[in-house]
């Protein structure tokens, strides 16, 4: 038997899912054995991929958070191309089996698949209903725009139906590149980097107005932060906050947590032409590293197969809320009764694929993209201390950030 290591990111229930799928496609076969590692949080499994592949021992799979895009394809002889694994291990890639967002943003500009949409997502509003009651907020309209959500959140923490109204994961993601997309507004320019180096305009005057209204909630104890990833999640699932964005890959652990909650689209701001847009996939993708041997090849090539078949994608979907990555799994999931039984189950596909893409909502790629997120990241916790203004942080973000693309290109 050859071994087939996995390194992820995966907690809660999203490594219950792994564990489930490693082992289903482990009794499936016997000439391989997948062997999920977990590595930490999505930062910390690139990091430990990075140093591992300098010291000529990187796994044989990696789960690279979409941002890590950038910094994998300009990684050059480290990986193989998904699509080559495939080919060569008797396979074929079919992309047009595939949602299209998803595999627009893990392909070369030629159309070479390079690594395995895995988990993709989307961000969505979380709410529990119990605190929306005691609230006297409407159970069953969860806010649709940012100040909707403003209100809801003031609402429920001078009410005293919870002490905090609201809290975020992923200040970069949601409200930032998400943000972006969803209200049609440039990121950066060339496409949001898409089509060349980015410039970031994230201290255009829509994210001060959003990231000044952030910092207004969390000085009146309104807001709460919980973290640079997931960690908000938890802030949540407790019940110590009302209303949560989150990935629509939080749902498993919002599920298992037993709280009465409802769904949402990703808020807009209602000042913003023609939002909503259209939200850019998020979540994470398998990478196959370079330099291994043939044998392992073709097992992960007959991994990534069993991994896109309908009822393993199905499952991944609905136990997960991370979206079904073929049309095929999709489909099958409409055909049975799961998103009647489950309000807001389909809203992540809808808010990503209801419009055709403009070039502010194709999705965002820099080469060294996790470290403008760190960038971003100091500067709003400095601006949600009380240090500095939105538009300070805003500014100080996208002239540090674009100081650091300059650095990385080496302009
Ligand atoms: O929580 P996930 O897996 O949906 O990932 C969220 C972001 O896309 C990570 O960059």
């Known amino acids: 038997q050859t071994e087939i290591s996995w390194w992820h990111a995966m907690t809660g229930a999203n490594a219950e899912v792994v564990e489930k799928i490693a082992g289903d496609f482990n009794a499936s076969q016997s000439d391989y054995v997948v062997k999920p590692v977990f590595k930490g949080t999505y930062p910390e499994t690139l990091n430990a991929g990075i140093a591992a592949f300098r010291a000529g021992q990187a796994p044989d799979i990696m789960q690279v958070f979409d941002v890590g895009t950038g910094v994998m394809m300009g990684a050059g002889g480290a990986i ?11 396979f074929t890639f079919d992309k047009s089996q595939y949602l299209p967002g998803i ?7 030629e159309g070479e698949m390079l690594s395995f949409p895995y988990n993709s997502s989307s ?7 119990d605190i929306f009651e005691k609230a006297g907020l409407d159970v069953n309209a969860p806010p649709q725009t940012w100040a909707e959500v403003w209100a809801a959140a003031r609402k429920i923490k001078e009410s005293g139906a919870a002490t905090c109204g609201y809290t975020s994961t992923w200040l970069t993601w949601i409200h930032t590149e998400n943000f972006a997309a969803w209200n049609n507004v440039s990121w950066a320019t060339n496409e949001n980097g898409l089509a060349g180096t980015p410039e970031l305009k994230i ?3 829509l994210f001060v107005k959003h990231f000044q209204e952030l910092a207004d909630l969390a000085k009146e104890g309104v807001f709460v932060y919980g973290g640079r990833t997931s960690e908000a999640k938890q802030n949540f699932t407790s019940g110590e906050c009302g209303i949560l964005t989150e990935s629509s890959g939080g ?7 037993g709280i009465n909650y409802g769904i949402g689209k990703l808020p807009y701001d209602e000042t913003a032409e023609g939002a909503p847009q259209n939200t850019t996939p998020g979540g994470a993708s398998l990478w196959v590293m370079a330099g291994k041997s043939d044998e392992v090849y073709k097992g992960v090539a007959t991994f990534f ?3 896109s078949q309908t009822e393993v994608q199905q499952f991944l979907h609905e136990q997960s809320g991370y979206l079904p990555v073929t049309m095929a799994a999709y489909e099958a999931t409409k055909a049975t009764d799961f998103y009647e039984k489950n309000p807001g189950r389909e809203t992540p596909i809808l808010q990503m694929s209801g419009k055709p ?3 502010n909502s194709k999705g965002v790629r820099a ?5 403008l997120r760190d960038i971003q990241n100091e500067e709003y916790e400095k601006m949600l201390a009380g240090q500095q203004t939105a538009e300070e942080a805003l500014k100080n973000a996208a002239t540090r950030g674009n100081a650091a693309i300059r650095e990385a290109v080496g302009g």
Do not use: F
């Not at 193989?80 to 008797?90: F, I, T």
């Not at 961000?123 to 209903?129: C, F, G, Q, V």
């Not at 080469?367 to 470290?371: E, R, T, V």
């Open 367 to 371: 080469p060294n993209l996790p470290q």
């Open 357 to 359: 893409p403009t070039e």
């Open 80 to 90: 193989v191309p998904v699509g080559k694994v495939l080919a060569d291990g008797g």
């Open 103 to 109: 595999v627009g943003y893990y392909s070369t500009p």
């Open 305 to 307: 197969n069993y991994l």
């Open 251 to 257: 749902l498993g652990d919002v599920v298992k947590s």
């Open 123 to 129: 961000p969505i509003l979380y709410y529990n209903k």
């Open 203 to 205: 201290d255009g005057p």
